[in-house]
C-alpha cells in the first residue's frame, strides 16, 4: 500500500484521554504527525514548542475554554488555522466559534473520517501550493481522496461514502488486521450503539464491487484470472486487505 503522505503537523487537544487517543490514532494513519494536549496551559506551551499546521481545539477544558485558547494564539500573532471540537452545538455556540477565528466546527459526537476530511479541506485551502492530491494505492487499488473517485484495475467503482470510508480504512491498514470494533471506530460515529453487523454487511457490499470481475465490467479472460480477492476475513478477529489468502 502507498499513500500520498502529508508532512502537516497536528495539534489534539482534549481532556478526555479517549477522544485524544482517537483521534491521535486516526490522523497519524492518515499522515500526520500529531501531539497532543489535555488543557489550555498545556495547548499553549506545546502550540510554541511543536509550532503545529492546524490544531483541532475542544471548547470545554479544565482551566480555560478553547475560545481563549484561540484568543491567546491569535495575540501572538499566529494564525495556525483551527477546528472547534465540542459537544456544544447550538448555533449561537458555532457562530461564536467561527467569528473568534476558528476555520471549522465540527460536534460531538462525531465520524473520525469526518474530522480527518475537515482538517484536508482546511489544509488545502490554507496551504493550496504544498498539498499533493491525496491518493491511496494497494496492489491495481487506488482511491483518490480530493475526487472521492475508486479505481481497480482501471476500471471505475461506484461507491456509498460510507462504502468509501470502510475501504479507505482497509486500503491505510493495508496486510493489517482490523477488528469490528476499529472499524466501527474509525468509520462509524466512536460512540456507535448500533448492531456490530453492519460491518459485516458493508465489507459484503464492498467485495461485491471490488472483488468481482463482473461489477467492474471485466470481460477479458486474461484479466479475469489476474483479478484477485483484496478483502479477507480472519476468522474470529476481523478483516484484512492483502493479495493472497
Known amino acids: 500500500m502507498t499513500e500520498e503522505k502529508t508532512s502537516a503537523k497536528i495539534l489534539v487537544v482534549d481532556d478526555e484521554p479517549s477522544i485524544r487517543e482517537l483521534l491521535s490514532v486516526s490522523l497519524k494513519f492518515a499522515g500526520f504527525s500529531v501531539e497532543t494536549a489535555a488543557d489550555g496551559h498545556q495547548a499553549l506551551r506545546v502550540v510554541q514548542e511543536f509550532s503545529p499546521d492546524l490544531i483541532v481545539l475542544d471548547i470545554m477544558l479544565p482551566d480555560f475554554d478553547g475560545y481563549e485558547v484561540l484568543r491567546r494564539i491569535r495575540e501572538r500573532g499566529e494564525n495556525v488555522p483551527v477546528l472547534f471540537l465540542t459537544a456544544k452545538d447550538d448555533l449561537q455556540d458555532k457562530l461564536h466559534g467561527l467569528n473568534a477565528g476558528a476555520d471549522d466546527y465540527v460536534t ?138
Request: proline share 4%; aromatic share 8%.
Open 108 to 245: 460531538k459526537p462525531f465520524s473520525l473520517e469526518e474530522v480527518v476530511t475537515r482538517i484536508q479541506v482546511i489544509l488545502r485551502r490554507t496551504n493550496p501550493a504544498e498539498t499533493e492530491p491525496a491518493i491511496i494505492r494497494y496492489h491495481d487499488l487506488e482511491l483518490n481522496e480530493d475526487t472521492y473517485e475508486v479505481r481497480r484495475a482501471g476500471h471505475l467503482v461506484e461507491l456509498s461514502p460510507t462504502e468509501f470510508k470502510l475501504l479507505r480504512y482497509l486500503m491505510v491498514n493495508a496486510e493489517r488486521v482490523v477488528s469490528k470494533v476499529q472499524i466501527l471506530d474509525h468509520v462509524w460515529d466512536y460512540d456507535w450503539i448500533g448492531e456490530a453487523s453492519i460491518v459485516e454487511s458493508y465489507i459484503s457490499y464492498l467485495r461485491r464491487k471490488i472483488d468481482s470481475a463482473e461489477a467492474l465490467g471485466i470481460t477479458d479472460p486474461s484479466q479475469v484470472a489476474e483479478l484477485v480477492p483484496l478483502i479477507h476475513t480472519k476468522r474470529g478477529i476481523g478483516y484484512v486487505m492483502r493479495t493472497d489468502k
